[in-house]
């Protein structure tokens, strides 16, 4: 049992829960799938995680990393693409939604059937960085708020993964900072969502 990791698990959960209800549950069906692709997964992933932390469950570890995949593939293709057309400031044509899905189911397929982790890395090496050229482009668009709140989405959701790195010496563990970073990164894609054309 590991007591602060299903603590910081349970507050990311709740704030996926949170901007799930606060930001997104008033988009539309597509943009709000799109969203809920990334966030909903995370969320779910966190909130099996606590469980798998306070060794309640041990299948909460495979649900967690079926969930955290999920997130890494069909969440990060339609991270890209919902936020291109929220930079854009266009409603999100169904047709395209429906093949951005499609390939990141394809690619959470080769990932969970082949443990592939390669395939799991490229796809968020390209997505979180074009995340973060398009809130680049709506400050340059002058869409402020959008703009600034996609870019501390990205700084905090990098900080989080690369915690190790810059702060090795922390006196919280580097599970729970990154658990924490990924919680204050769903909030701020939230609120970069509440600016979504319908």
């Given at each position: 049992?590991?007591?602060?990791?299903?603590?910081?698990?349970?507050?990311?959960?709740?704030?996926?829960?949170?901007?799930?209800?606060?930001?997104?549950?008033?988009?539309?069906?597509?943009?709000?799938?799109?969203?809920?692709?990334?966030?909903?997964?995370v969320?779910?992933?966190?909130?099996?995680?606590?469980?798998?932390?306070?060794?309640?469950?041990?299948?909460?570890?495979?649900?967690?990393?079926?969930?955290?995949?999920?997130?890494?593939?069909?969440?990060?293709?339609?991270?890209?693409?919902v936020?291109?057309?929220?930079?854009?400031?266009?409603?999100?044509?169904?047709?395209?939604?429906?093949?951005?899905?499609?390939?990141?189911?394809?690619?959470?397929?080769?990932v969970?059937?082949?443990?592939?982790m390669?395939?799991?890395n490229?796809?968020?090496?390209?997505?979180?960085?074009?995340v973060?050229?398009m809130?680049?482009?709506?400050?340059?668009?002058?869409?402020?708020?959008?703009?600034?709140?996609?870019i501390?989405?990205?700084?905090?959701?990098?900080?989080?993964?690369?915690?190790?790195?810059?702060?090795?010496?922390?006196?919280?563990?580097?599970?729970?900072v990154?658990?924490?970073?990924?919680?204050?990164?769903l909030?701020?894609?939230?609120?970069?969502?509440?600016?979504?054309?319908?």
């Amino acid at each position: 049992m590991e007591i602060s990791h299903a603590i910081s698990d349970i507050v990311l959960a709740l704030v996926g829960v949170f901007v799930f209800f606060r930001y997104l549950f008033k988009l539309d069906l597509v943009a709000c799938l799109l969203w809920e692709a990334f966030v909903l997964s995370v969320t779910v992933a966190a909130a099996f995680g606590a469980v798998r932390f306070l060794g309640a469950s041990t299948y909460a570890l495979i649900v967690s990393e079926f969930f955290q995949h999920l997130a890494g593939t069909v969440g990060a293709f339609s991270l890209v693409f919902v936020t291109l057309f929220l930079v854009l400031k266009k409603p999100v044509p169904v047709n395209f939604a429906y093949v951005v899905v499609g390939l990141g189911f394809i690619a959470f397929t080769v990932v969970r059937l082949t443990d592939n982790m390669q395939v799991l890395n490229a796809v968020l090496t390209v997505s979180i960085p074009l995340v973060l050229l398009m809130g680049v482009w709506a400050l340059i668009k002058g869409e402020r708020s959008i703009g600034a709140w996609l870019i501390l989405a990205v700084v905090a959701l990098v900080m989080g993964t690369y915690n190790k790195s810059f702060m090795p010496n922390t006196i919280i563990d580097s599970i729970d900072v990154y658990h924490y970073l990924l919680a204050i990164s769903l909030f701020c894609f939230g609120r970069a969502a509440s600016h979504q054309v319908h």
